[in-house]
């Protein structure tokens, strides 16, 4: 597999403020990365560097084996699709996907014909004589990401291109975008807040905080195996549970800090006595009969989604549990649930790190 | 009260004042028309009996007003060209970029626009009389007006600028174009109602300008049409329907160009003039 974006050392400074910190990261041809973190984690920005917008302050950029850090971006030869599309009002929709065409010296008939061919695969064809204000949202999209597509770049760039559609339109172009990036064999680089998307659509997702990458890796690997607390919570949805612990004096098991019976047994030796933080997934914590658990908690607030039910217990440290069978629960009662110590995330108490 | 007849009572207050304010207009069109002796009749008439049209041929032939026109209008168009050529560029740079000295530089240009011609004439005239600019005094004027009105039009298309989001300008750069290209083919074209409705304005200004010219220009042969009207005037003037003529003469093209675009210039100055 060949590089195309390899990023080394990159730092980005705004004044005394450091929005990027350290950046190592290098994507595969062909693979489809998400960027994902809170907002002002530092994920726009890294994207604004690739596509040159910003300048880096120091470290290497390459795309494609070639030093980028003062190529402008009209030389860097990318496409980036931007959250409010950015599609040029004044123009039809043809002339919107011919742009980067025409700049480039590209004769009118070829450029028409390109574009019929890219609105032919997204659906556009019979919008080519409208203006972008005459479009519905979803529309609007697809010709943003036409007009990405149109001239073949070497990576196509997203910045939270979906924020702006309603739910049901969101999910639908998830799908759409990935089948796209498959079907061109391009290389995408896709920035959200969403970890749902960076899941679903990723190959590779990086997780950033304050300027950092705190993990990068397959979508599995981060949830299986958060590298801290903050990619741990960060990942799936309903959030994991964090408790904190103490481990005990035979060093496999944990002294848990909410419930009644408070034990729960680990798959690893760690050293007795310290202090830590237990991970526990809602959807790992299962029901059992009355005696068996390694908890027992008193029910909070129940809410039902029909497919499944989230349950949150009324202890100090809210627990949240996913319970995808029906059952009768109800506020006030105490339940019986257990988890498999395989399934128990331990992250050290002060660093936050992965134990 | 109800609310129609509210609306009715603020609409007949909006009329009273308009006719308020516009009546001396209406003046000037009927003086025009009228007679001599009907011009001074006691209690004056509100509509000219017998319409005397000839006048306005008459002022227009004996003032040379055509030639005072041209003047005008070459001050106005020169104005208007210089102040766009160099406000457009003075616009989009105070509009994209923000810190201190961006700051500083509105400050002191809205401070250029609080300074009065009259003020401002002697410096500028004894600045141009050593410059030698003097010998060609309708470019001196145009120099004048176009340093006085700036502020105002750069004032105007910075907001117009700032309307058009800058994503569409980084999209362009991704798409492959320079910083100077994104600025022709994306920025002006949907800044370009905002500029045109600044340009009308400044051309309004500049036609009707008339503390610089008066100062400036000593030869008749070059002076604008506000100062032809006002050698037109002396201490002992009585003939009040020539000079009416020549003022409608005057004000009715620019009139015209107001009415036929006051929608667009209303709705270019309220809103950022896109979509």
């Given at each position: 597999m060949t590089k195309q974006i390899e990023l080394?050392?990159?730092?980005?400074?705004?004044?005394?403020?450091?929005?990027?910190?350290?950046?190592?990261?290098?994507?595969?041809?062909?693979?489809?990365?998400?960027?994902?973190?809170?907002?002002?984690c530092g994920k726009s920005t890294l994207l604004r560097s690739l596509a040159g917008l910003e300048s880096i302050s120091t470290g290497d950029l390459k795309i494609a084996?070639?030093?980028?850090?003062?190529?402008?971006?009209?030389?860097?030869?990318?496409?980036?699709?931007?959250?409010?599309?950015?599609?040029?009002?004044?123009?039809?929709?043809?002339?919107?996907?011919?742009?980067?065409?025409?700049?480039?010296?590209?004769?009118?008939?070829?450029?028409?014909?390109?574009?019929?061919?890219?609105?032919?695969?997204?659906?556009?064809?019979?919008?080519?004589?409208?203006?972008?204000r005459e479009l519905s949202g979803g529309q609007r999209q697809r010709v943003a990401m036409s007009r990405a597509i149109i001239r073949h770049p070497?990576?196509?760039?997203?910045?939270?291109?979906?924020?702006?559609?309603?739910?049901?339109?969101?999910?639908?172009?998830?799908?759409?975008?990935?089948?796209?990036?498959?079907?061109?064999?391009?290389?995408?680089?896709?920035?959200?807040?969403?970890?749902?998307?960076?899941?679903?659509?990723?190959?590779?997702?990086?997780?950033?905080?304050?300027?950092?990458?705190?993990?990068?890796?397959?979508?599995?690997?981060?949830?299986?195996?958060?590298?801290?607390?903050?990619?741990?919570?960060?990942?799936?949805?309903?959030?994991?549970?964090?408790?904190?612990?103490?481990?005990?004096?035979d060093g496999r098991s944990l002294a848990v800090?909410?419930?009644?019976?408070?034990?729960?047994?680990?798959?690893?030796?760690?050293?007795?006595?310290?202090?830590?933080?237990?991970?526990?997934?809602?959807?790992?914590l299962h029901f059992v009969e009355p005696g068996q658990g390694v908890f027992r908690l008193p029910v909070g607030i129940v809410e039902s989604t029909g497919s499944a039910t989230y349950i949150t217990t009324a202890t100090a440290t809210e627990v949240t549990i996913v319970e995808t069978a029906r059952r009768p629960v109800k506020t006030g009662d105490i339940i019986d649930v257990s988890i498999r110590p395989a399934d128990v995330h331990v992250f050290d108490g002060e660093t936050g790190l992965r134990v | 009260m109800s609310d129609t007849n509210r609306n009715r009572l603020m609409l007949v207050i909006a009329i009273v004042m308009a006719a308020i304010y516009l009546f001396p207009l209406y003046w000037m069109?009927?003086?025009?028309?009228?007679?001599?002796?009907?011009?001074?009749?006691?209690?004056?008439?509100?509509?000219?009996?017998?319409?005397?049209?000839?006048?306005?041929?008459?002022?227009w032939e004996s003032r040379g007003m055509g030639r005072y026109l041209w003047n005008s209008l070459v001050i106005a168009f020169g104005s208007v060209t210089l102040i766009t050529v160099l406000g457009v560029g003075c616009a989009y740079v105070l509009a994209r970029y923000r810190n201190v000295w961006v700051d500083i530089g509105l400050f002191l240009i809205l401070m250029l626009q609080v300074l009065p011609a009259s003020l401002m004439i002697t410096p500028i005239f004894v600045g141009f009389s050593q410059l030698g600019m003097l010998n060609y005094p309708r470019l001196a004027v145009i120099i004048a007006i176009?340093?006085?009105?700036?502020?105002?039009?750069?004032?105007?298309?910075?907001?117009?600028?700032m309307a058009v989001p800058q994503e569409l300008e980084e999209a362009a750069l991704v798409d492959g174009n320079s910083r100077v290209g994104a600025f022709f083919n994306?920025?002006?074209?949907?800044?370009?109602?905002?500029?045109?409705?600044?340009?009308?304005?400044?051309?309004?200004?500049?036609?009707?300008?008339?503390?610089?010219?008066?100062?400036?220009?000593?030869?008749?042969?070059?002076?604008?049409?506000?100062?032809?009207?006002?050698?037109?005037?002396?201490?002992?003037?009585?003939?009040?329907?020539?000079?009416?003529?020549?003022?409608?003469?005057?004000?009715?093209?620019?009139?015209?160009?107001?009415?036929?675009?006051?929608?667009?210039?209303?709705?270019?100055?309220?809103?950022?003039?896109?979509?």
């Open positions: 080394s050392g990159v730092n980005k400074y705004y004044g005394a403020f450091h929005a990027l910190k350290n950046i190592e990261l290098s994507i595969e041809k062909g693979s489809f990365v998400a960027l994902v973190g809170p907002s002002g084996g070639e030093l980028m850090n003062n190529v402008p971006p009209r030389k860097r030869d990318i496409a980036m699709v931007f959250q409010s599309y950015a599609l040029y009002p004044h123009m039809t929709v043809e002339q919107n996907l011919t742009y980067s065409l025409r700049i480039r010296g590209v004769p009118k008939a070829e450029a028409k014909k390109a574009a019929e061919e890219v609105a032919a695969t997204t659906g556009l064809s019979q919008l080519l004589g409208r203006y972008p070497k990576a196509f760039l997203f910045d939270e291109p979906l924020s702006n559609l309603d739910a049901a339109l969101r999910v639908h172009m998830r799908k759409e975008i990935r089948t796209l990036h498959d079907r061109l064999g391009a290389t995408s680089v896709y920035v959200t807040h969403d970890q749902i998307e960076a899941m679903t659509m990723a190959d590779h997702v990086v997780v950033m905080k304050d300027g950092v990458i705190e993990q990068q890796g397959a979508p599995l690997e981060l949830y299986d195996r958060p590298a801290n607390k903050f990619v741990a919570g960060f990942i799936g949805s309903p959030a994991m549970n964090f408790v904190p612990a103490v481990v005990g004096e800090d909410v419930g009644e019976r408070q034990t729960i047994t680990l798959d690893r030796q760690l050293q007795p006595g310290r202090r830590v933080t237990a991970g526990l997934r809602p959807e790992h | 069109f009927i003086t025009a028309l009228k007679s001599g002796s009907e011009m001074f009749a006691t209690p004056p008439s509100f509509w000219p009996s017998e319409p005397q049209w000839a006048t306005y041929a008459f002022v176009a340093a006085k009105s700036m502020p105002f039009f750069v004032v105007l298309v910075r907001a117009t600028f994306i920025v002006l074209p949907l800044a370009r109602n905002g500029i045109l409705v600044s340009a009308i304005l400044i051309f309004m200004q500049a036609f009707g300008e008339f503390v610089y010219s008066k100062s400036i220009i000593q030869a008749v042969e070059l002076q604008p049409a506000s100062v032809g009207l006002n050698s037109f005037m002396g201490p002992n003037t009585n003939e009040w329907n020539n000079i009416m003529a020549y003022a409608t003469i005057y004000v009715t093209p620019i009139l015209a160009i107001f009415v036929l675009l006051q929608r667009r210039i209303v709705s270019g100055l309220t809103s950022g003039a896109i979509k």
